[in-house]
């Protein structure tokens, strides 16, 4: 495997896609206030991050919108009241999870829109259904990003055949996504190196996505782009599902491209993160991710488990044993 | 660079080295109740750990007795008080620092004493007076280490001349610390590698000691192991100094030894380490400890940050930046 880059030079193809809103939504079912909401929007302006992902396109059939808050379905105008009519380079996006969406409905023409970029959410059984997606999307416009979720859980088989239907589909990018922050460095590598081999000879990039149950999803990103991935997640403090996602903040201190800038993000949480902490929500590494992660098992349990305030990690990890 | 292992075997070289009251007590002067320490020395027998280190033979002369916890000096009765004879496979280590300890005085012949293991700490400029304790421990009878401090800023020239000099001495096993929390998986493979090479030359070990500041020392700890580190220190829920270090229980998590156990880890995280926090002892990554590490700087900065509860990352940020 080879390297690409030295710690000491930059790569101009690296883009930070910040999922604060979308993956944080999952810890607040997307409560966020607007305030908070636009000044994210600033700090990643001025930190020169690439992506901000504003939510999901939930459909509203499946999903009652008086449970959620609006950026579980992101319409137009909601961005819009945030972003104006995003006159900056950081670009937006939205994630749509295949099943779960209406896009035919819910995705209207680029032309029309403030969205520059769709990703779309498959499990490796709904590959079919995804590459419809993405050629609806692609059609409409939009630069496209496939996210093969729990591939920690794929047969290694399937993945091969499901990546090289993916690479010839109009998609922009090929997610690798450790759903279950369950994957090693040297896994991650691997993976990532199986992903870029297919990816490039269509001409795709391959992008990381990483949880952070065994304090990896940091090391993971930067391992990954260290052997050639390029579009690289993380979210303000961590903040997502459970154990949460790859730090922004130690994102941005490694990335040696001068365009990018801690100070804002610094700034940021300071003034956003630490209040909203203190309202009392709850993401993080902590045992009982930590164990759902080193089982490969989804994360479910553990979110239960940190709801109840349990602390009886040892009859936990029994319990997840268990599994006939 | 070769991986010496995979991630299904394991290799029987490994020694995992638990540091929680020598690096933990960094946090709390040393201040743990007997009750804590046996229940930790059982919890590392019942969990398969190789070594365990009760802390610093410090010099009295040096350091205040009254103003520190006993295991800053490590006296043999105090040790026998928890572990008696020792009748087990748990090896016990003690730290020494070089300059800061009476090791004529304090370090007396291995046959009146329970500790199998001195480690001895130091810098790069202090090498020659290492080697001395090196030697004099080894004649003593004990198994030795040599832990090369703040590696992250010495030279790489005089790091080759004490790599060279220190694998030829009686020393059992050298190691690569990272005591700034600065260093990424790519630097410690590479550092690794270096150790690795000259010590195999000579029949030593290598072994690892990572700091949290960057959410890495758990990753550097088991990429270090991926291509031949061999003694892997951890602390029980990462307690130490600052970020502190390598959790122990997501180091068990990753090794495949069965002689390993995960269960009596879990209870003393439940039942020890819970009500320990609950006492107010604070340790573990937070943005301070990143910026500090980032910047390849003592902790020390970040540590003084914490204690006065500043919030204030950006203007902590822009001082670390000014280094005149």
Redesign the interface.
Known sequence: ME?KGE?ISYRPDIKVVDCTIRDGGLVNNFYFDDEFVRNLYTANVAAGVEYMEFGYKASKEIFDVKEFGKWKFCDEQDIRDIVGDNNTDLKISVMADVGRTDYKKDIIPKTDSVIDMIRIATYINTIPAAIEMIHYCAEMGYETTINIMAVSTAAESELDLALDLLAQSEVGTIYLVDSYGSL????IRRLADKYLKVAEKYGKKVGIHAH?N???????T??AC?VGVSYLDATMSGMGRGAGNC?M??LL??LRNPKYS??PV??F??NQM?PLKKTGLVWGCD?QY??TG?QNQHPRTAIAFTAEQR????AF??SLLDRE
Not at 214 to 220: G, H, I, R, S
Request: hydrophobic share 40%; charged share 15%.
């Open positions: 390297q710690l090693y460095p040297e896994q952070n065994q304090q990896l999803a940091f090391a993971n930067i391992e260290t730090n903040e130690l201190g490694f801690l100070n610094l700034k949480l300071q630490l045992v930590m164990l080193q602390e009886d990690y040892a990890y029994q």
